[in-house]
Structures are given as structure tokens and as C-alpha cells.
Nanobody, 121 residues
């Protein structure tokens, strides 16, 4: 079984920083892209940032210049450094990963359970 487990969420004041981490474990042969999404109350889940196995990154316009995504391919982890946080960044943050469990098997996308980030004074 494959598991993605997030950590690092919490309460932070506007202008503050948080670092989210996500670790993939279990039967994994290869990981393609990894990413972070978020869902605020009453809103649809939206892309925050993605990163390819080669390190190519993509960010939502709303977080460009403030958030940085990174990954460690040896540890199967993906992090999200969040700086200059705003109240509108408040949401449940989910990591995901596209991976193969065996050589030649289909690529599937797996999701973590989510971690709450609250930006408030």
C-alpha cells in the first residue's frame, strides 16, 4: 500500500512562515510529479504548486514569489515553504504524487489526508 503523510500545518500570524512536508511510503517503484493543493471552506480544491522528478516547478499565480516547492527524490518527500502568509492562504493543504508501484505498471495519483493551515492574527 502507498501512503502520503503531510505534516507541518498550524496557526500562524499574517506575514509569518510555515513549512509543510509530505512523505510517500510503501510499495513505490517510481514517482513522477509531486504537488501541493489546497481547499478553503466552501471552495474547490486548487493547485498550489507542482514539481517534476527533474525539479521543474509550477506555481499558482496567487503564491508566486511567496511559496517554494522542493523535493528529495531519495527520500520520496516533497516540501512547501510558505512565506509572507496571508489570511486568504487559510485552507487544508493536500500533497499528491503520481507514481508506479511496479516497473511497467500504470501511473496513478495518490493523495495525502491533508493538513490545516490557518493564517490569522
Amino acid at each position: 500500500q502507498v501512503q502520503l503523510v503531510e505534516s507541518g500545518g498550524g496557526l500562524v500570524q499574517p506575514g509569518g512562515s510555515l513549512r509543510l512536508s509530505c512523505a510517500a511510503s510503501g510499495r513505490i517503484f517510481s514517482i513522477g510529479f509531486m504537488g501541493w493543493y489546497r481547499q478553503a471552506p466552501g471552495k474547490q480544491r486548487e493547485l498550489v504548486a507542482t514539481i517534476t522528478s527533474g525539479g521543474g516547478t509550477n506555481y499558482a499565480d496567487s503564491v508566486k514569489g511567496r511559496f517554494t516547492i522542493s523535493r528529495d527524490n531519495a527520500k520520496n518527500t516533497v516540501d512547501l515553504q510558505m512565506n509572507s502568509l496571508k489570511p486568504e492562504d487559510t485552507a487544508v493543504y493536500y500533497c499528491n504524487a503520481q507514481l508506479q508501484v511496479l516497473y511497467g505498471s500504470i501511473w496513478r495519483v495518490y493523495w495525502g489526508q491533508g493538513t490545516q493551515v490557518t493564517v490569522s492574527s
